[in-house]
């Protein structure tokens, strides 16, 4: 059964910081991995996703890396804003378009 | 891009009524909907699939008698919840895609807004 773990589950930067969130998946045979944000109260944003095949996409300020064989996806933010305090969501594609998601990180980022 | 629409973003109602959420795709038919519920502070849970024309498809542990889902469009897809209990309380978002000519395999889902239902 595949699992989705994020770390760290809560994070709290200065605004202008650099970051790094965590993404483990148990089982590396995934379609693809998306990346996802989530306001309080509020539906899911597309960020990025990131076929099997591939190792990374950016867009923005915004890098997420794939690495398959061991599990891992990372999602890096450059230069943190207030309006990125959001939360961060990775979900793995199975088959038949079945999604499995992380818990999530929660992060602010502080003015 | 696709836009998928909820309705309502919030309800109360009283324990033993039953809601209707509606999950709309606003500029694709969408073959395949997905409903989902999260718990405060938790992940999301796919509840059910939802496919145009046929009966939902509900995962392990979900009670298909207390959670309807109607596929009756390739636009709309509704989950009612019946004979709602305070345990029921919880953020329901819908899902879907892809849209036509797309495939999951390179293309985002695209969700609502969700819909935060509280049972008193």
């Known amino acids: 059964k595949q699992e989705v773990t994020q770390i760290p589950a809560a994070l709290s930067v200065p605004e202008g910081e650099n970051l790094v969130l965590n993404c483990s998946f148990t089982?590396?045979?995934?379609?693809?991995l998306q990346w996802f944000r989530q306001d309080p109260g509020k539906g899911l944003t597309s960020l990025l996703l990131?076929?099997?095949?591939?190792r990374e996409q950016t867009s923005g300020r915004l890098n997420a890396s794939l690495d398959k064989s061991s599990g891992r996806s990372t999602l890096y933010i450059a230069a943190s804003q207030p309006g990125d305090s959001a939360t961060y969501l990775c979900?793995?594609?199975?088959?038949?378009?079945?999604?499995?998601f992380g818990p999530g990180t929660r992060l602010s980022v502080l003015p | 891009g696709a836009v998928v629409s909820q309705h309502p973003s919030r309800v109360i109602c009283k324990s033993g009524t039953s809601v209707k959420i509606e999950c709309r795709s606003l500029?694709?038919?969408?073959?395949?909907m997905f409903w989902y519920r999260q718990f405060p502070k938790k992940s999301l849970m796919l509840m059910a699939t939802?496919?145009?024309?046929?009966?939902?498809?509900?995962e392990q542990g979900v009670e298909k008698d207390k959670f309807l889902i109607n596929h009756a469009s390739l636009t709309l897809s509704t989950l009612t919840v019946t004979s709602a209990h305070p345990e029921d309380s919880s953020f329901y978002i819908c899902?879907?895609?892809?849209?036509?000519?797309?495939?999951?395999?390179?293309?985002?889902?695209?969700f609502g807004n969700g819909t935060r239902l509280t049972v008193t």
């Open positions: 990131i076929q099997s095949s591939q």
């Open positions: 979900a793995v594609v199975l088959g038949g378009q079945n999604f499995v």
């Open positions: 089982d590396s045979a995934i379609y693809n």
């Open positions: 899902s879907a895609g892809p849209a036509p000519g797309t495939s999951s395999y390179n293309s985002p889902l695209h």
């Open positions: 500029d694709f038919q969408a073959t395949t």
């Open positions: 939802s496919n145009e024309g046929s009966k939902a498809t509900y």
